[in-house]
């Protein structure tokens, strides 16, 4: 069993912490001070080609594997979270299904200019009332001639006040049950489509996040993504994509809360010594780089199953609940090596320890991460 990078893997991973060096680390405060999306990033994100890295060349794409792409989510979330978001929520979510269900002529009108960063992909699934519970959305699509009527309200919608293309699901057929619900691409100029309340968030707060209103949203029926009736499956689909790409940026997050306390602990002298001498502080580094090291490897396996076409949704549930568990712990441990300075806004690890919250939320909550290994194992 070989655990080391490729060349090509080793490169990507360089390239991408030299890019956030460089572009994203001198700006992280200040966005997520003011929620300002970071558009010009967001942007030569695109220009280099990291925006539609594990998709296919023919379609403005790089054709790297999967791993590749976990590798850079997690270098970039290293320095912004909210950034390294964007860019999972983007790849993963609103390119994954176009990729995976759409058609040719979807993918040259679509996908390509979302691989090559002109246009900004989002995800809209959740709604007010259908959260963990897809099945009890409301929002509705009708067949009228040649196009299909949307009427429904999404939330939580990441990427959504600033998208340019929105994967989204509605029933085609409530009586249908399950396989009632159909996918839909809608570009952000469809009629009737207009953004709703943009939500401000403990973290990740540079990341948009807003309501998506569709009324009496017509899009042409050449829209429909994959057949109707496959909503259901396309969206779990997509999820087990997205988890292997919080888990990164969970782990991300928690290098550099482990690189930040390693830092500190070394600086600040109590009682005549660094309180790296400390015992307890020791104890807590070491316990941070064990738990980020099996993180790491987790979501690594999960990204080579997919990348070998072998099933992959368990191991992405479980990289995700245990990056994301883990990361909340060690961020709250972060903070705490550095008392009372930690606490203050303007550190990075109070920053940290916000945005670690909500990978334990997102994309399947870690109670919902555990049914689906539950599930996996005992069927």
């Given at each position: 069993m070989d655990f080391k990078l490729s060349e090509e893997q080793e490169l990507v991973r360089q390239n991408m912490r030299e890019f956030a060096m460089k572009y994203v680390d001198p700006i992280a405060a200040e966005i997520d001070e003011n929620s300002r999306f970071p558009a010009e990033v967001v942007a030569k994100l695109?220009?280099?080609?990291?925006?539609?890295?594990p998709y296919p060349v023919e379609f403005g794409g790089s054709g790297t594997d999967y791993v590749t792409y976990a590798l850079a989510v997690e270098e970039l979330s290293k320095s912004c979270a909210a950034t390294g978001f964007t860019m999972s929520v983007h790849t993963s979510l609103a390119l994954g299904p176009i990729n995976n269900f759409g058609n040719e002529e979807q993918k040259k009108k679509f996908l390509t200019?979302?691989?090559q960063g002109k246009h900004l992909g989002a995800f809209a699934l959740t709604e007010p009332g259908a959260g963990t519970d897809v099945g009890a959305a409301t929002t509705t699509a009708v067949l009228d001639g040649d196009e299909y009527v949307l009427n429904g309200t999404k939330t939580f919608t990441s990427n959504g006040p600033v998208a340019d293309t929105f994967v989204t699901f509605a029933w085609t057929d409530k009586s249908a049950g399950s396989k009632g619900m159909s996918a839909f691409i809608v570009p952000k100029d469809a009629p009737g489509l207009r953004v709703g309340e943009h939500f401000m968030k403990m973290g990740i707060r540079a990341s948009q996040t807003s309501e998506i209103i569709f009324k009496d949203c017509r899009i042409p029926k050449a829209n429909l993504l994959g057949e109707e009736g496959q909503g259901l499956k396309i969206a779990m689909n997509c999820?087990?994509?997205?988890?292997?790409?919080?888990?990164?940026?969970?782990?991300g997050i928690a290098q550099a809360a482990l690189e930040e306390s390693i830092r500190y602990a070394k600086e600040r002298v109590q009682f005549g010594k660094p309180i790296a001498k400390n015992q307890a502080?020791?104890?807590?580094?070491?316990?941070?780089?064990?738990?980020?090291?099996?993180?790491?490897?987790l979501y690594m396996q999960a990204a080579w199953l997919k990348d070998q076409g072998l099933p992959f949704t368990k191991e992405a549930s479980m990289a995700k609940v245990f990056a994301a568990e883990m990361c909340m712990k060690h961020t709250?441990?972060?903070?705490?090596i550095h008392g009372g300075y930690g606490y203050i806004k303007g550190q990075k690890v109070e920053r940290l320890m916000r945005d670690a919250k909500i990978t334990e939320i997102y994309e399947g909550t870690s109670e919902a991460q555990r049914m689906v290994i539950a599930n996996n194992l005992l069927r």
């Open positions: 695109g220009e280099m080609g990291y925006m539609g890295m200019p979302l691989c999820f087990d994509h997205g988890r292997i790409g919080i888990a990164a940026q969970a782990v502080v020791q104890w807590w580094i070491a316990d941070m780089a064990t738990d980020i090291t099996c993180a790491r490897f709250i441990k972060a903070v705490q």
